[in-house]
Structure formats: C-alpha cells, structure tokens
C-alpha cells in the first residue's frame, strides 16, 4: 500500500513550524493594532460566483472550486478582498467609516507549486474602506513598512516601490491612445521587466513603444498629485528611505483603481514580499452597483516572508529570541520521590494556575533524565519534590544554583528566578 504524503503545494505544521508560524501572527497583529485596525475573519469557501464577478470566468481555471449537495458552485477562498467587499457592502450602515481591518488565515489557489508559491499559503490582508483620499493610501503604505520594521528590516533589506495607475492616463493623452485601451496598455505594462521583448512588440501595437514608457517613468512626479501627496505623507512619517517611485508598478489586475504598489527584497532575489493598491470599484460590482465604497489593501503571504526572514541577520536574532521567551516550558517540576508525585502534581497545578508554563514526567522516571526532559522542554526552573515536602528545592537551570522554597513561597521564588537575567553567551 502506497505512503500517504502531504499532497504538493500544502504544509504540515509541526510545532517547530507553528511557533514560527505564530510568531509572524504575533508581528501582524501587534503592528495593525497599534494602527488601529480591527480584525475580522470570512469563510474559507465562498462562492464561486464572487471570484467571477472581480475576475471573470477565466479565474476558476486557477481555483479550487466545486458544487456542494445542493449544486451550489463554491470555491477555496483564494485571496480576502472580495470576501471584504461582500460583508462590508452587507452591512455598511453598521460602521463609522472609514473602516480599517485586517484578516490573518489560510488562501488557496490550484496553481503549480514553486519557489515563494505554494497552493496553500497564509495572508496578513489589511484594508481600509470608505476614504477616498491619499491619506488612507499613505496609511497603508506606512503599515506594510513599519510591519517590516518590526521583524528587523531596514532600508538595505526591502523597499517598497510606489506608483498610481491614473498618472498612466496623461501618458495615453500624450501617445494619442485610447483611454478605451488604458486596461490593455496596463496589462502589457506589467510584464515589462519580465518579457521586455514581448512588451515591445505589443506596444508597438499601441502606436508607442518601451523607450517612451521607460522616459514616461524617469519622471519626477507631481508634487500635488497624488503620488506626490502620498510621498509627502510618508516623508513626514520618517519612512521616505524605504519609498521609492517606480510607474511601471501597476499590478495587472484589472480591479485596481489609482495608488498601487509592491514590497520587494532590495537584491530582486525573491518575489514580492507585500503588495496592493486602491480598488474603488470592487464593492459596487460585488453589490450590483448598490454600495458605492472606496477602499485601499494589501496582503502579505507568510512564504515570502520566511524565506527574506532567513536571509536578514537582525530578522532571524528578533525571530530566536521570540522563540526563546515561548519554551514548552518554563518550569519542569522533577519527582525525586514517587512516593511524593501527589504533592508533585498539586504543586504543578498551583503553578499552572499561577499563569506559568508547566511540565512534569507523567510516568516514572529517573531522577538525572527528568533534567534531561526539563532541557528538552526548555524550562528555566527545576522544582524539586522530594520526602522533605513541604521544603522544596528550586533550580535555577540557567545559572546552576539552588535555593530553598516552600509550598506558600514557591510561585514568588519561580518568578524571581524567571525575572532574573540569563547567561550572558559567548
């Protein structure tokens, strides 16, 4: 009989692989509170209809998709927008505008697994909906930088590359193009460092060509427009080194509506690390034309992040030192006596209540391997019940001393152990 395995482009979570997984939870959340953004979940199936309606039918060629019982055609939620759209447009009276949430959770898509790719993936999404302005644009900006601030980016590690579809349409005015065709010109756009020779020749087409694109870029924007405006918001945020201009952003996907942009590793290395941009027209055509709401987003997958984590030296030292303060344990209560385990197991129960992270062998077990299992665990505390009970010993793993405790003293004890400084390594 055959193996049963993983299936690719899915993960298995194994607890090493969750503390990490928790820990990129942990940034996501603390950034968007401080913010104020509040969270919000969406069902992980929704109809397949909503991902037609943002995309066309061509989209559920890239999904998980399929009719439920009652032949209602349903998909994998491969992204959080339209989801967003569709309960917000449910209830817009409910809520002060603007709205500003955020959504942590699984997306799928049926797509071939490869490198920062994988058909199940984790997204951090924020969004802010009901401003117009440029305001809410800087604003999430600003969140996707400061949130890799805080897993320890700085300008050398990423950038953040900022453009506005809409600036696109003095250049159509200029070539004598269509704005009939300004969704074509867009997508052709987009592959332009990836197929140059292909852009080109579609260009051509157009009646323009790459050198008049490449010219159209090169330009400083506007300083009161709206790319201006945003710029000015994050250079009076402190945040201007990790900006840069680059127009030939426009995210291909037809939904965007005006300021886009990409978060990306300064060396290329990678594929984008964030990405969005304003989607003023997403609610009205999720509603029928019924809810007329500007919004703004982004996402951020957790694939791309953990692989620029591990290329970043100050990432990875704020990362282990998140996963040192979350041992299985703190504290590993040992048995020098199994005559004594009753004593031992209230004493546990004390300190769990207490708050602390508990463990304790729940077998029989030699008293030299329960240090060995309280290494394993991580714990800094060795509490030893004995014969003496009520006199306990307490063990500082750490530093390697002991001091003497008992039943009513003890919690205090563990918490000044636990409070003290660890060694200093070398």
Same mark, same amino acid.
């Given at each position: 009989m055959a193996k049963i395995q993983t299936l690719p482009g899915f993960h298995d979570f194994y607890p090493e692989d969750l503390k990490i997984r928790n820990y990129? !939870? +942990?940034?996501?959340?603390?950034?968007?509170?401080?913010?104020?953004?509040?969270?919000y979940e969406a069902p992980t199936v929704e109809s397949a209809e909503l991902y037609r309606r943002k995309s066309g039918?061509?989209?559920?060629?890239?999904?998980?998709?399929?009719?439920?019982?009652?032949?209602? +055609?349903?998909?994998?939620?491969?992204?959080?927008?339209?989801?967003?759209?569709? %309960?917000?447009?449910?209830?817009?009276?409910?809520?002060r505008k603007p709205l500003k949430w955020f959504q942590i959770g699984p997306? !799928?898509?049926?797509?071939?697994?490869?490198?920062?790719?994988?058909?199940?993936?984790?997204?951090?999404?924020?969004?802010?909906?009901?401003?117009?302005?440029?305001?809410?644009?800087? +604003?999430?900006?600003?969140?996707?930088?400061?949130?890799?601030?805080?897993?320890?980016?700085g300008t050398d590690e990423v950038v953040l590359r900022l453009s506005n579809r809409?600036?696109?349409?003095?250049?159509?005015? +200029?070539?004598?193009?269509?704005?009939?065709?300004?969704?074509?010109?867009?997508?052709?756009l987009d592959k332009l460092e990836r197929d140059p020779e292909g852009v080109a020749a579609k260009l051509a087409t157009l009646g323009t060509s790459t050198d008049a694109v490449r010219e159209f870029i090169a330009r400083d924007p506007d300083p009161e427009g709206p790319l201006g405006r945003v710029l000015a918001d994050l250079e009076a945020r402190g945040l201007a080194t990790y900006v840069e201009t680059d127009l030939s952003i426009v995210r291909g996907l037809a939904y965007y509506?005006?300021?886009?942009?990409?978060?990306?590793?300064?060396?290329?290395?990678?594929?984008?690390?964030?990405?969005?941009?304003?989607?003023?027209?997403?609610?009205?055509?999720?509603?029928?034309?019924?809810?007329?709401?500007?919004?703004?987003?982004?996402? %951020?997958g957790n694939v791309v992040l953990g692989?620029?984590?591990?290329?970043?030296?100050?990432?990875?030292?704020?990362?282990?030192?998140?996963?040192?303060?979350?041992?299985?344990?703190?504290?590993?209560?040992?048995?020098?006596?199994e005559a004594s385990r009753p004593h031992a197991l209230a004493v546990a129960t004390d300190l769990r209540r207490a708050g602390l992270r508990v463990d304790l062998p729940l077998s029989p077990l030699k008293f030299n391997k329960q240090f060995q299992a309280a290494e394993a665990v991580g714990a800094r505390v060795g509490v030893i019940i004995g014969s003496e009970f009520p006199a306990i010993s307490v063990k500082d793993l750490h530093h390697r001393r002991e001091v003497a405790a008992t039943a009513d003293t003890l919690a205090q004890t563990v918490a000044d152990i636990l409070a003290a400084p660890g060694p200093l390594i070398a």
């Open positions: 990129l !939870f +942990e940034v996501w959340r603390r950034v968007a509170h401080r913010h104020g953004f509040v969270e039918d061509e989209i559920l060629s890239q999904l998980f998709h399929f009719e439920d019982k009652g032949g209602r +055609e349903m998909a994998l939620r491969p992204e959080l927008t339209p989801s967003l759209a569709r %309960m917000a447009s449910a209830r817009l009276r409910d809520y997306c !799928f898509r049926a797509e071939r697994p490869q490198k920062g790719r994988r058909r199940e993936f984790i997204q951090f999404n924020a969004d802010i909906l009901g401003d117009a302005g440029t305001g809410a644009d800087a +604003e999430l900006a600003a969140l996707a930088i400061e949130t890799l601030r805080e897993f320890g980016f809409d600036v696109w349409n003095d250049f159509l005015a +200029e070539q004598g193009i269509s704005f009939d065709r300004a969704g074509e010109f867009l997508t052709i509506t005006g300021t886009v942009f990409e978060v990306f590793d300064r060396a290329r290395a990678l594929r984008a690390v964030a990405g969005g941009g304003r989607y003023n027209d997403l609610a009205a055509l999720v509603s029928d034309g019924a809810v007329d709401l500007p919004a703004i987003g982004f996402a %951020m692989d620029l984590i591990d290329q970043c030296a100050e990432a990875k030292v704020r990362l282990l030192a998140w996963l040192d303060e979350r041992t299985a344990a703190q504290v590993y209560v040992m048995i020098a006596d």
